[in-house]
């Protein structure tokens, strides 16, 4: 996959296009991705480099279920294959692929991380902050259907100590 050209390392993007990547999901589903594509994700390029060079690649992934890895797949391809695209052109994409339901939205930020794409991970948790913004505690409870265990003595406590949170 390496070669040397006057003492540095170029990696040969035929072989890392005509290799594919298997990665598997948590029901044992299988996703491939052309090599060049799948090491995106630090954890995937790890086992790569841990395994041999002839070694068929097939990388379990028991933390990611079949649906989340398929977006997955979906980000690390589009990505990949627009490199060279304008950030905005990007970023537009970008804003379409985090338009999902909470949960695999969730769904996404843990596979983000457990594969370690940092791109995905930042544009998944930024989404979600972007969806907390200027809301109150009571209005993220609801919004995130979180149950507020906190009794209004602890409650009234917690206000107080981050007062300083709300001046403005």
């Given at each position: 996959y390496?070669?040397?050209?006057?003492?540095?390392?170029?990696?040969?993007?035929?072989?890392?296009?005509?290799?594919?990547?298997?990665?598997?999901?948590?029901?044992?589903?299988?996703?491939?991705?052309?090599?060049?594509?799948?090491?995106?994700?630090?954890?995937?390029?790890?086992?790569?480099?841990?395994?041999?060079?002839?070694?068929?690649?097939?990388?379990?992934?028991?933390?990611?279920?079949?649906?989340?890895?398929?977006?997955?797949?979906?980000?690390?391809?589009?990505?990949h294959a627009h490199k060279d695209s304008t950030e905005e052109a990007r970023n537009a994409w970008n804003a379409e692929f985090v338009k999902v339901e909470q949960g695999p939205l969730f769904d996404l930020i843990l596979a983000a991380n457990y594969m370690d794409i940092k791109p995905l991970l930042d544009l998944t948790c930024q989404h979600v902050a972007s969806m907390i913004k200027g809301k109150t505690p009571e209005e993220i409870r609801q919004h995130f259907n979180i149950p507020n265990d906190f009794t209004p003595e602890e409650e009234e406590e917690v206000k107080r100590e981050n007062a300083w949170c709300e001046e403005k």
């Amino acid at each position: 996959y390496q070669r040397r050209v006057h003492g540095e390392s170029l990696l040969c993007q035929e072989a890392l296009m005509s290799r594919v990547v298997k990665l598997t999901s948590r029901s044992q589903e299988i996703v491939e991705l052309p090599e060049a594509v799948a090491i995106q994700s630090v954890t995937v390029k790890n086992f790569l480099e841990g395994a041999g060079e002839g070694d068929e690649a097939v990388i379990p992934l028991p933390n990611v279920d079949t649906p989340t890895l398929q977006k997955v797949a979906q980000y690390l391809n589009f990505h990949h294959a627009h490199k060279d695209s304008t950030e905005e052109a990007r970023n537009a994409w970008n804003a379409e692929f985090v338009k999902v339901e909470q949960g695999p939205l969730f769904d996404l930020i843990l596979a983000a991380n457990y594969m370690d794409i940092k791109p995905l991970l930042d544009l998944t948790c930024q989404h979600v902050a972007s969806m907390i913004k200027g809301k109150t505690p009571e209005e993220i409870r609801q919004h995130f259907n979180i149950p507020n265990d906190f009794t209004p003595e602890e409650e009234e406590e917690v206000k107080r100590e981050n007062a300083w949170c709300e001046e403005k």
